[in-house]
């Protein structure tokens, strides 16, 4: 039936739009469920590149870059059929906008390649896509990233590439106390994995007893980030900003301002250090130094990727009911003109502006909300005067980076200086256009503020759309990353308890057919799932990755398990697996 009715969009005279205002496909939602027919065997990806070069080359490039002069002379340039993007499109989708093509930019190639041909191409973009990030890749080290699905490959300095012994080492550097002078905190003591790497104090407290003018951030997918603190704009990298913490003394965070040889003796002191160095830095005879210490720190923070929310689920095409209705009520708001969130708090990481490999240039952005506005010279409170700080430009006051919304339901309170404090409180900010104190010595009319942004002003909002968009927010929260095991404290296990994972939404019964452990996957025969799949019986058997491929050891052909289920990306992944006797 879908191809049916895909067939008929194709011959109608007036083609759908490819893409709405965000960026996202508009392919019918019965060509998102389509999978591709043809196998790729070396006949087939010949005639997809054959294809390809006499119908889409000319426009798109042999790379798929889109940097030829017939590009160039078009009033939008094509899409880049190499970039990151193109992995969160469904074959459907690909194979929609092939057959059908896009108004005044793209023809409809469905009658002269027919069906056939037109999934024979979906194969040859792919493999563009695939290309580029191998390419990608080979920049970063040799690391095995875990991206969420439609994640770019973030930004790597090429004095520090990613290598597995380097995360290791800098997972344990940020959770030691002996990076304090005291030795009572540590990176970690601020940046708890259970509050998505943020504090649960509104401002950040040293170890010294000093308490700080703001709060830490949350540094889950922090390796996007183009500047890091609340308003610096001259610290650019994980490296510089690990050496802020240690050896800052405007606040005191970790208080070793001039230790820095009692800092490499302890470590040295330290037997599994005595290993961990020298193989992160194999090629230095003296792996030992401040520099080394901010490089593994910097590695490990790159790894602290969330984008595994329900929200995600839901908008990749994993589960359509992995959000309530009120979620989807609440997107629609928080993408709206009326509401206006996404313009400081967009993208696929919800914030201002992000960098990632291949971008063309960085921004940087800072806003003022209106959260304060004092009479006199300074409108916002000593020291958080925001950018005015570096760059001495009173239109600067009181601007702030706007940070990531990706589990934001986990890191209250909230604003730079943790002055708003729940959730609710937030939303009531920005419905007002500025926050108003009636009395006292921060008194004044945050919604006058003169260097308030543009985008934040008042607007009608009934108790049901708060409900919405409190909604929609919550389904930013994304479990996986705060209880990855992978980025928790070497030094002290978790309790149990908090350990425990979520309960699966989806469960599945099945008997194991063959297990493949160099890949981490197994197949199964195995029972329906109500609302998620089909049965899949003898003699055809389904193939499944194991998020945990240790448990991978106790399974063989003829066990039978119940496991958690889910869909990420184009895969289906096992969770918490059990073998029923």
């Known amino acids: 039936m879908a191809v049916f009715l895909l067939l008929l969009w194709l011959w109608t005279e007036t083609p759908l739009p490819a893409h709405d205002a965000h960026g996202r496909s508009n392919a019918p939602a019965e060509a998102r469920r389509l999978r591709n027919p043809t196998v790729a065997s070396p006949a087939v990806l010949e005639a997809a590149a054959q294809h390809y070069r006499e119908l889409c080359a000319n426009c798109h490039g042999e790379d798929g870059k889109a940097r030829t002069k017939a590009a160039g002379a078009m009033p939008v340039r094509p899409t880049d059929l190499s970039n990151y993007l193109m992995e969160s499109m469904k074959d459907g989708e690909i194979y929609w906008v092939i057959a059908n093509g896009i108004e005044k930019r793209m023809p409809a190639f469905g009658k002269k390649l027919g069906e056939a041909g037109a999934w024979q191409l979906v194969h040859h973009v792919r493999m563009l896509r695939l290309q580029a990030r191998e390419e990608e890749k080979a920049q970063l080290g040799p690391y095995e990233w875990q991206l969420p699905p439609g994640f770019p490959f973030p930004v790597v300095p090429p004095d520090n590439l990613m290598t597995q012994e380097k995360v290791v080492l800098g997972r344990r550097l940020f959770y030691d106390k002996r990076l304090s002078l005291n030795q009572t905190q540590s990176c970690g003591a601020c940046h708890e994995q259970a509050r998505a790497f943020a504090d649960k104090r509104g401002r950040g407290l040293g170890s010294t007893g000093e308490l700080h003018p703001r709060g830490p951030m949350s540094l889950a ?197 943790g002055s708003v404090a729940t959730l609710e409180d937030a939303i009531e900010h920005y419905r007002v256009g500025g926050r108003t104190i009636k009395a006292g010595p921060l008194a004044g009319i945050g919604f006058d503020n003169p260097n308030k942004s543009e985008f934040v002003k008042s607007f009608e909002l009934t108790a049901v759309e708060k409900a919405d968009l409190l909604a929609f927010l919550r389904s930013l929260t994304d479990r996986k990353v705060i209880h990855d095991p992978r980025l928790s404290d070497p030094f002290r296990p978790a309790p149990a308890s908090s350990q425990a994972p979520p309960k699966p939404k989806y469960v599945l019964t099945g008997l194991v057919v063959k297990v493949y452990p160099e890949d981490g996957a197994v197949s199964l025969y195995h029972d329906e799932v109500p609302g998620f799949m089909k049965a899949m019986q003898a003699p055809y058997a389904m193939e499944f990755l194991v998020e945990n491929k240790s448990a991978l050891t106790a399974l063989k052909p003829g066990t039978k398990i119940t496991a958690g289920v889910r869909k990420r990306g184009s895969d289906y992944i096992l969770e918490q697996i059990r073998r029923i006797p």
């Open 221 to 417: 997918n922090v390796a996007y980030a183009p500047v890091l603190t609340w308003a610096n704009p001259n610290v650019r990298t994980l490296e510089q900003q690990a050496l802020v913490p240690m050896f800052g003394d405007a606040p005191i965070e970790l208080g070793m301002t001039g230790k820095e040889d009692l800092l490499i003796r302890r470590l040295k002191a330290d037997t599994t250090y005595g290993k961990l160095f020298p193989a992160a830095f194999p090629t230095e005879a003296e792996p030992f130094t401040v520099a080394n210490v901010t490089k593994a720190i910097a590695s490990f923070e790159r790894i602290i990727l969330s984008g595994d929310s329900p929200y995600d689920e839901y908008r990749r095409g994993d589960d359509p009911n992995a959000i309530s209705a009120a979620a989807k009520r609440g997107e629609a708001l928080f993408f709206s003109e009326r509401l206006e969130c996404f313009h400081c708090h967009g993208g696929f990481n919800f914030t201002g502006t992000v960098n990632y490999l291949g971008k063309g240039f960085t921004e940087i952005e800072f806003h003022n909300t209106g959260l304060y506005n004092l009479p006199g010279k300074s409108s916002y409170p000593q020291p958080n005067v925001g950018l005015y700080e570096f760059t001495r430009m009173e239109e600067d006051t009181g601007k702030f980076k706007a940070p990531t919304l990706r589990n934001i339901a986990l890191t209250a309170p909230y604003m730079h200086d």
